[in-house]
């Protein structure tokens, strides 16, 4: 079956990075446009970034643009996500699925990103 393994969220101070991975398993990785999405405390899961099944395109909420990197290692099945000068607002749990959500009955356990003095 279709799963997702988060890891390498923690805790950082506000302008720090983190750089999450996710190891997807039970399907073909390569057919498939992943993302990355989150859920702050008390609120809904939203989409954060997204990129093609071959790594060449990328697309983000506009508000990390220009401070996360998503990218994949399709050798691995490994999706990452570089982020740079986080907020205290982006604290949150951080999960990955396929684009759209496409396995939304598949989430995994995701990984918490703390930004705190």
């Known amino acids: 079956q279709v799963q997702f393994v988060e890891s390498g969220g923690g805790l950082v101070q506000p302008g720090g990075s983190l750089r999450p991975s996710c190891a997807g398993s039970g399907f073909t990785f390569t057919d498939y446009d992943m993302a990355w999405y989150r859920q702050p405390p008390g609120k809904e899961r939203e989409w954060v970034a997204s990129v093609t099944r071959d790594g060449e395109s990328t697309n983000y909420r506009p508000a990390v643009k220009g401070r996360f990197t998503i990218s994949r290692d399709n050798t691995e099945n490994t999706v990452y996500l570089q982020m740079n000068s986080l907020t205290p607002e982006e604290a949150a749990h951080y999960y990955c699925?396929?684009?759209?959500?496409?396995?939304?009955?598949?989430w995994g356990q995701g990984t918490q990103v703390n930004v705190t003095t």
């Open positions: 699925n396929g684009a759209g959500g496409r396995w939304n009955r598949s």
